[in-house]
């Protein structure tokens, strides 16, 4: 099985950063992709920003040049750094990834989830 485990949110004032982190344990033969999802009362989860294992990145357009999503392989951890937060990027994050079992087979794995609140 595997567990991923969120930690970084919190509230910050408009324009401040925080950093997300999001990490993997259990028994698995590699991770794939990592990333994040956001979802804000009322609003549907979206994608914010995912990495390749190989570190190749995509983002949603609104958080590109202010969000950075890395992650270190030998940890099995990814973090998403974000600055100059806006009310609009507030929500519950959910960093996932995807996992080659031992199965063999490639699955989705989630996080608890992180509430970030941005005041304006």
């Known amino acids: 099985q595997v567990q991923l485990v969120e930690s970084g949110g919190g509230l910050v004032q408009s324009g401040g950063s925080l950093r997300l982190s999001c990490a993997a344990s259990?028994?698995?033969?590699?991770?794939?992709?990592m990333g994040w999802y956001r979802q804000a009362p009322g609003k549907q989860r979206e994608s914010v920003a995912s990495i390749s294992r190989g570190g190749d990145t995509i983002y949603i357009d609104s958080v590109k040049a202010r969000f950075t999503i890395s992650r270190d392989n030998a940890k099995n951890v990814a973090y998403l750094e974000m600055n100059s937060l806006k009310p609009e990027d507030a929500g519950v994050y959910y960093c996932?990834?995807?996992?080659?079992?031992?199965?063999?087979?490639?699955?989705?794995?989630w996080g608890q989830g992180t509430q970030v609140t941005v005041s304006s």
């Open positions: 259990g028994s698995f033969i590699l991770i794939n992709d």
């Open positions: 996932y990834s995807n996992v080659r079992t031992y199965l063999n087979v490639v699955r989705a794995f």
